[in-house]
C-alpha cells in the first residue's frame, strides 16, 4: 500500500521569500516521488520527481525538492517565491516496482504568495 | 510530448441529461486513460482505468452505469456522465500514459473539464 500525508492545508509566504511545502509517504518498497502545481479550472502539471540517485531534485519554475528516506519526506522548496507560484500543489507517490504504476495523490497544500 | 488534451474545458447541463467528455492524446498512443474527480479543496479521486479495446475497470463506489468510459482507440478516451445530477457537478481530470512507457514515472494530464449541472 501506498499513501501520501500533506500536512499543511495551506502555506502563506511573502513574496522574495524562501518557501517549503510539506510532503511525507508511505510504500512498500522503494519510492517514486513526484510534484504537481494546479492552476485553477486547469489539470495537473508536473513539476519535478525523484527516482534515485541524488536525493535534490531540481525542477520547473525554479522549483526543488529533498527527498530524505529516513524522514520519508520530499518537501518543495523554492529559494523565493513569486505571486505566480501561487496554486495548488500535489505530492504524489509510487512504488517503484510492482503494482499497476498508478500513483497515489496526497490533499493538496495551496500555496499563497503575497506581494 | 506527452500532450494531453481535454475537451470541453467547462460545461454546462441541465439535470438529467447526458454529458460527454473527451480526453486525447495528441502526440503519443495511450493503451490506458485515467479518469479522476477532483472537488473542491480536495485531493484527486480515481474513478477508473480506462483500457483501450476492453472494459474500464471501476474503483470502488464509483458507478459503472452512470459514468460510461469508453477507449475506442489508441488516443481516445471518453467519459459520459448519465443522467447527470447536481452532486455529479465537479471537476474531471484524464491523465495518460504512452504505449510502452507503462514503466514511465510521471503521469501527464488533460487540462481537466469543469461540469456544472442545474
Known amino acids: 500500500a501506498q499513501s501520501v500525508a500533506q500536512p499543511e492545508d495551506q502555506v502563506n509566504v511573502a513574496e522574495g521569500n524562501p518557501l517549503t511545502v510539506k510532503c511525507t509517504y508511505s510504500?512498500?518498497?522503494?519510492?517514486?516521488l513526484f510534484w504537481y502545481v494546479q492552476y485553477p479550472n486547469r489539470g495537473l502539471q508536473f513539476l519535478l520527481k525523484?527516482?534515485?540517485?541524488?536525493?535534490l531534485v531540481k525542477g520547473s519554475y525554479g522549483f526543488e525538492a529533498e527527498f530524505n528516506k529516513s524522514q520519508t519526506s520530499f518537501h518543495l522548496k523554492k529559494p523565493s517565491a513569486l505571486v505566480s507560484d501561487s496554486a495548488l500543489y500535489f505530492c504524489?507517490?509510487?512504488?517503484?516496482?510492482?503494482?499497476?504504476?498508478?500513483?497515489?495523490f496526497g490533499r493538496g497544500t495551496s500555496l499563497i504568495v503575497h506581494p | 510530448g506527452a500532450v494531453v488534451s481535454q475537451h470541453p474545458s467547462w460545461v454546462i447541463c441541465k439535470s438529467g441529461t447526458s454529458v460527454k467528455i473527451e480526453c486525447r492524446s495528441l502526440?503519443?498512443?495511450?493503451?490506458?486513460m485515467f479518469w479522476y474527480r477532483q472537488f473542491p479543496k480536495q485531493s484527486l479521486m480515481l474513478m477508473a482505468t480506462?483500457?483501450?479495446?476492453?472494459?474500464?475497470?471501476?474503483e470502488q463506489g464509483v458507478e459503472k452505469d452512470k459514468f460510461l468510459i469508453n477507449h475506442a482507440s489508441l488516443t481516445l478516451s471518453t467519459l459520459t456522465v448519465t443522467s447527470a445530477h447536481p452532486e455529479d457537478s465537479s471537476f474531471y481530470i484524464c491523465?495518460?500514459?504512452?504505449?510502452?512507457?507503462?514503466?514511465?514515472?510521471?503521469?501527464?494530464f488533460g487540462q481537466g473539464t469543469r461540469l456544472t449541472v442545474v
Open positions: 491523465s495518460a500514459r504512452e504505449i510502452g512507457q507503462e514503466r514511465r514515472t510521471e503521469a501527464f
Open positions: 510504500v512498500s518498497g522503494n519510492p517514486y
Open positions: 525523484y527516482i534515485t540517485g541524488d536525493n
Open positions: 504524489a507517490v509510487r512504488e517503484q516496482s510492482g503494482g499497476s504504476y498508478i500513483p497515489t
Open positions: 502526440d503519443f498512443q495511450a493503451t490506458t
Open positions: 480506462s483500457n483501450e479495446g476492453s472494459k474500464a475497470t471501476y
